[in-house]
């Protein structure tokens, strides 16, 4: 009797040890899915702003402006 209660508390004791380095593991992959999706985020930024930048140099507007020679600045001072 007291063999078959030694070998159910080993086998709970193996239970939750598998039990908590699932959650460890559960864990770390939220991390890398959080980071993921942040770049994810970070990446769609930067494709708009290619594909703006992209639509301003096709614009049929910016083909018949001329090219900048001389450029005066104006200072304010207050």
């Given at each position: 009797?007291?063999?078959?209660?030694?070998l159910?508390?080993?086998?709970?004791?193996?239970?939750?040890?598998?039990?908590?380095?699932?959650?460890?593991?559960?864990?770390?992959?939220?991390?890398?899915?959080?980071?993921?999706?942040?770049?994810?985020?970070?990446?769609?930024?930067?494709?708009?702003?290619?594909?703006?930048?992209?639509?301003?140099?096709?614009?049929?507007?910016?083909?018949?402006?001329?090219?900048?020679?001389?450029?005066?600045?104006?200072?304010?001072?207050?």
């Open positions: 009797m007291l063999s078959i209660i030694s159910l508390i080993f086998y709970y004791v193996i239970l939750l040890n598998a039990n908590a380095t699932k959650g460890y593991e559960i864990r770390d992959l939220e991390d890398i899915q959080r980071q993921l999706l942040i770049q994810e985020q970070n990446l769609n930024v930067k494709i708009s702003e290619i594909e703006s930048l992209n639509k301003i140099e096709q614009d049929s507007m910016l083909k018949d402006m001329e090219d900048i020679t001389e450029t005066d600045h104006l200072v304010i001072r207050q």
